[in-house]
């Protein structure tokens, strides 16, 4: 497991690979290794279904020779295994092209933040199986027993995991970090006449005690599972459009692309050439921020040995940071955020921490209060959103407003707007923000959409 | 070729007893039945940025998953190395499914029966790394070369060589050697306004490295994604609301795979939660309509389709599925869970992402088969409709049937001619009724160019669909005009 022996252990193969690397030609390094191991139990119907429990481990390895890259990745940590990866990198580094932006971080850019980021539960590896078989049969349970609508069910499930992460480079960084998570999920289906509609609830945690109770997430996928029975679709219109937080943290997703910095430097997003200038409502103000302890999006150092930090992507609407890593920075005349990202080998992309919308004023009961037709989202199925130029339709379903009340579900339906139109046309920003995985926003009210259906 | 000369054999070592231990292993608590499936994948990739090869990597992964089924519960585990020891801790593992005294006591094993459809004789990626590196730089020369308004062209080619051996607690062992390789262009056009616009294009499958020199160039790739993203310069918004659509040929048959193919998985038809349970027998589609699903396709002399394989993840030998006929359904997709619980005969449908998953009911190549219609007579035959000549991908909700996919290439239909290009956007329908629309069906049906992924519960499988040209008289269309 991620024993401290264990730990020391990996980080002396990652800086003996960078050692044989540097013998072999290359001028600089970097080696990320990754351990962990997982755990899922499936409970359908009462019966457990579906038990899964191991562990893997793998290496990657990048060299640079001169301004050229090559890399490489085993799961065979064996010495054999680790010096086929470095012949393997090297030999590839002298095939690619020369590119001036290349390289490593600067070493005074090199380090990890202070202090205990609290990424890491012991309980999570030392809970019996029993337990985390029942928890997930008590979600489904409470689901089940919620309405005699609830007719089947794709189960309740439990998963846990505990993962270590390993990363060193030539430049004298090497860093270990630990971390667990455990998330508890119910999908009920509910039936009437023919028809069925399926929903799901879950809850997510870097601790078991961490987790909302079983049947709390049982009860709240039977909700909204049974919410959605009798859906119908409604004439084309344009309407306000409220995203519930979950479907709110889509569209970050969608903000994210648009803002990271490779997208930038190809120009191949809609927000490229606008820092500094005003590009959503002045309630808009979306952070990052790898530092929150316990949460999702944080880690010590990103995934070139940077540490992590907090950085305003848009402060009161205005543009103000793209999201970078050390290569998209170079290409950019900038500086890295500590964005750095990658699996465990290949040249680093760029992820973020905790992305989140800080919350507004108004509840979400009060922002439903005030709109006399609207459709309130609560499912976006669908890839249909161009950050190159913003154009933006999705499949969708929820509750249609009228008169300030949820008042009947809605399906098979799309919404369609530009994201530029979106951002401005930003109505409300709810006070509901939580955390919930590393992407994070409150209710979002649109002013207006396109709702196409019959 | 017997086993002992197959790769997991001679490389390794892994002898008949080996396995038939291990299977004893997992079925020591009393299991049904147990799998084992042993997986190496060597990979490499190779991409191209602003003209400069900025990546390459290669790489190998190796490891072995232990299934047993007892009943309906399966228990899982896997081994990163192939230590007897690791394997057996695995084995144990998955075995605590079960409770109770062994009721199998050996597992003597024979080979089950092999084929070849993609005999390809040097895998790409035992080919040089110079000779695929030229891949990429072809066709960012040959998209740059293309127009003038091309101002970003990124190429990436990635291959990789998959080894696999299964061994069943019904006394089978298969093996097979599965290559791959595909290359894939993305370029972004500017107009004279400075909006930029992208185009995509990219193709492969179970190949000798010669199918890019001699079927699909680095340069066919490069110009059909110059030319999507050119024709995106001029588009108008989409439509919003119902609209007669006309799919076009090979790419839009991804339309089966959301509308029918993954409602058709047994395992949720065996659960009850696909809007197609219970159905078989009735009518799902206008009779217009035969889907199949087939995973024994080939290709070409140099290899084979992309979604085809030997033997699917379970050592069943892949067929050729009716799904729907003449608008009937016909049966579902199995794998060995579903087929053990429902007692319905094998399809060859069991695959998983890699040795750390748990196989699930699949598709392979899924396409429409052809009718009896000019396709210019069904353009002709539509007075304002929308025409999608490729998409984006798709997804669907199987318990409502619900579906999406979104348009790349589309264009505004006006008395019966293609007239403006329209902006990308989804199309929405529901699965068991979207079908029963279509009213002709070309006799024009094309297999998309290899390029598809199939996600399904976090596992991603290489996959393949196709379509003749459709007329689809009504589907809600998610534009904003």
Known sequence: ?????????????????????????????????????????????????????????????????GKKTGSSYTSDLTPEGVRHMVAAAVELAALTTEDPHVGLPDASELGSIPGDLRLFSEDVAKLPAAQKIDAARRAEAAALAYDPRITKSEGGSFESSTASRIFANSRGFSGAYAATWCSLTAVPVASQGEAMERDYWYSLARDFAGLEDPESVGRRAAERAVRRLGAVKVETTKAPVIFEPRIARSLLGNLFEAVEGKSIYREASFLAGKLGEKIADERFTLIDDGTLPGLFGSQPFDDEGVPTRRTPVIEKGVLKNYLLNTYTARKLGMKTTGNASRGITGNAGIGHGNFYLEPGTKSPEEMIAGIKDGFYVTELIGSGVNTVTG?????????????????????????????????????????DLEFRGSTSAPTIMIGEMTIAGR | MSFSDSFFAARFGISRRDLENYLSEALSRGGDYADLYFEYIATSSIGIDESIVKSATQGVTLGVGVRVIA???????????????????AAQVAAMIAAGPAKVESVPLDEGPRRNLYPVLTSPNETSFAERVALVQRADQAARAADSRVFQVQASYADSLRQILIATSDGVISYDRQPMARMSVYVLARAADGVPQQ????????????????ERTPEYFAKEAVRQAIVQLGAVDAPAGENVVVLGPGWPGVLLHEAVGHGLEADFNRKGVSAFSGRIGQLVASPLCTVIDDGTLGGSALGGRRGSINVDDEGNLTQRNVLIENGILQGYLQDKLSSRVTGAAATGSGRRESYEHIPMPRMTNTFMLAGESDPEEIIRSVPRGLYCASFAGGQVDITSGNFVFSASESYLIEDGKLTRPVKNATLIGNGPEALKYISMVGNDLKLDEGIGICGKEGQSVPVGVGIPTVRIDKMTVGGTA
């Not at chain 1, 024993?3 to 990652?14: G, Y």
């Not at chain 1, 600089?28 to 290794?33: I, P, Q, R, S, V």
């Not at chain 1, 351990?35 to 359908?44: I, K, L, Y």
């Not at chain 2, 009943?71 to 801790?89: F, V």
Request: net charge negative.
């Open chain 1, 391 to 431: 154009d933006y339709s999705r499949g969708a379903a929820g509750v249609w407003i009228r008169n300030g009340e949820l008042a009947f579900p809605v399906s098979e339906v799309t919404i369609a707007s530009t994201l530029q139109e979106m951002l401005n046309g930003i109505g409300e920003i709810g006070n």
């Open chain 2, 71 to 89: 009943g309906e519960r399966t228990g899982y585990a896997y081994a990163g190395d192939l230590s007897p020891e690791k394997i057996k801790h």
């Open chain 2, 199 to 214: 185009g995509h294009s990219g193709g492969g499958g179970r190949y000798e490295l010669e199918w890019f020199r001699t």
């Open chain 1, 1 to 65: 497991m991620s024993s401290r022996s264990e730990l020391d252990n990996l980080q002396e193969i990652a800086r003996d690979a960078i050692q044989q690397a540097l013998s072999a030609g290359a001028t600089d390094a970097e080696c990320t290794l990754a351990e962990g191991s997982e755990f899922s139990a499936n409970v359908r119907m009462g019966e457990l279904e579906t038990l899964k429990e191991a562990g893997s481990r793998g290496a990657g390895l990048r060299v640079l020779i």
